[in-house]
């Protein structure tokens, strides 16, 4: 989104400074210029990604969420015209994950959106697609849009433990919040509001709030979760073991956003018509238009309403038809990805593995890319978001394939190593989706967590 502010580094004072952190992840976004500073790791890796399956996490690196409100009496009129989504069952205090998709049907923005009041709507992490689109419609319907990105946080608490901490630092009971359902309450003096919904794929919560309550709030969920084991979670961790562990593909490190192909798009952004993330790994140059999906390819189909007309609805009822590739989760073989570290002492080495996964955080980072192949070597999809799972002691990638292929058990293999780079196959088995497969927060029951009793 286009904005002539001036670029500046933002210390994380949403939360408080721990001497102990040495290592910060400087990033930033489409839409905001300034450039945060957000703790790379706190306790390491293993033990923070071991903090869902076994207490909670409380996470911070979302705290300056990418956010817009749009509200007024064509706030849904706007809406339909752009999201795939329904709109006739979406109810004041409930979220939804909202998907925008181009004329081809190929997604250009995701993320959650929650319905707040009849005419009023918040987007979290969907700009600048959206933006965008209110942008062509200003002077057009009669609705409010505001980017207000930079001024709401968002605190993640996924895990076993995660509703306990949440009643305690709200000093209520909670238990009555379904998934994807939301209600205000109050952490610290400051009015937040309580979403249950996480990528952890377990029991999972969101704290949303005002920037400048930011460092209390956070403050009173940690000190309140340390008698549960809860850990701070810092980039590394985050980023994205949880989002591969639990099926849910992530923009900029499963697929790409193909902004490219919308002129008028890149002339309002400001940007080259030119792809926004270099494809690495080893999937060829003709092969990298498959890094841009449909909701079917992700395994998100269920998400698109043909009730409404909506952008990109004439592409989407043909891939609805046709359904040529769905989303995985591969298995690569424990012998073969130790292979590739023992290389290290030999004369010839591959590319080795970064642990837990590809150091890969923002749009104008590289996507990682590999060739997935069948017995014959036939390509049949590409494997992303590539994990080490240290809970499962697997290496693990998600897998956009052709669904004659995505039944679990069936062998493939990738191709490992940048093109130019010695390469190796890769044995894999398609395995089941998600993979994290333990308490799972849309069907927990929270009846076996003890409710808060107020002292």
Not at 7 to 19: L, Q, R
Not at 26 to 33: C, E, F, L, W
Not at 99 to 111: F, M, V
Not at 337 to 363: G, H, K
């Amino acid at each position: 989104m286009p904005n002539d502010k001036t670029t500046k580094f933002v210390n994380p004072d949403y939360i408080p400074f721990d001497e102990n952190v040495a290592l910060y992840r400087a990033y930033s976004d489409p839409s905001v210029n300034d450039i945060y500073l957000s703790p790379w790791t706190f306790t390491g890796w293993k033990d923070e990604t071991m903090s869902w399956k076994k207490t909670c996490y409380l996470g911070a690196v979302l705290a300056p969420c990418l956010h817009a409100v749009i509200s007024g009496p064509d706030s849904v009129t706007f809406l339909k015209k752009y999201f795939v989504n329904g709109f006739e069952k979406f109810r004041v205090g409930s979220g939804r994950h909202g998907i925008i998709c181009n004329n081809d049907g190929q997604i250009i923005g995701d993320g959650v959106m929650l319905r707040t009041d009849e005419q009023r709507f918040e987007t979290f992490f969907i700009s600048p697609a959206v933006d965008f689109c209110a942008s062509k419609e200003q002077g057009k319907l009669d609705f409010t849009f505001e980017n207000d990105s930079g001024k709401v946080f968002m605190f993640q608490l996924g895990g076993p433990r995660s509703l306990e901490i949440v009643e305690n630092a709200c000093e209520e009971d909670l238990h009555d919040l379904k998934f994807m359902k939301f209600r205000t309450a109050t952490i610290a003096g400051h009015k937040v509001r309580i979403l249950r919904m996480g990528m952890a794929g377990t029991l999972s919560y969101e704290v949303h709030g005002h920037m400048e309550d930011a460092q209390d709030v956070y403050t009173k969920l940690y000190e309140v979760g340390k008698p549960y084991g809860i850990r701070r979670l810092g980039w590394q961790a985050y980023n994205y073991c949880n989002h591969t562990e639990n099926g849910f593909p992530q923009f900029y490190y499963h697929y790409a956003y193909p902004w490219h192909k919308d002129k008028e798009f890149c002339d309002w952004m400001g940007v080259p018509q030119e792809p926004a993330q270099v494809i690495k790994g080893s999937l060829k140059p003709e092969d990298q238009d498959l890094v841009y999906v449909t909701p079917y390819d992700n395994g998100w189909g269920s998400r698109v309403k043909f009730d409404h007309d909506f952008q990109g609805r004439a592409a989407l009822e043909k891939a609805y038809e046709e359904q040529p590739r769905t989303t995985v989760t591969l298995e690569w073989n424990d012998e073969d990805v130790i292979d590739l570290f023992a290389s290290l002492f030999r004369d010839v080495t591959y590319d080795t593995p970064d642990l837990p996964y590809y150091e890969t955080v923002t749009s104008s980072d590289p996507l990682n890319a590999d060739e997935v192949r069948d017995a014959e070597g036939n390509l049949v999809g590409i494997s992303t978001g590539r994990v080490y799972t240290y809970y499962y002691k697997k290496m693990i990638s998600l897998c956009t394939l052709k669904k004659e292929y995505a039944t679990e058990g069936t062998e493939l293999y990738i191709t490992w190593g940048e093109i130019g780079h010695p390469q190796k196959k890769i044995r894999a088995k398609v395995a089941r989706l998600p993979y994290f497969n333990v308490d799972r927060n849309n069907s927990f029951d929270v009846e076996q967590v003890p409710h808060y009793k107020k002292q």
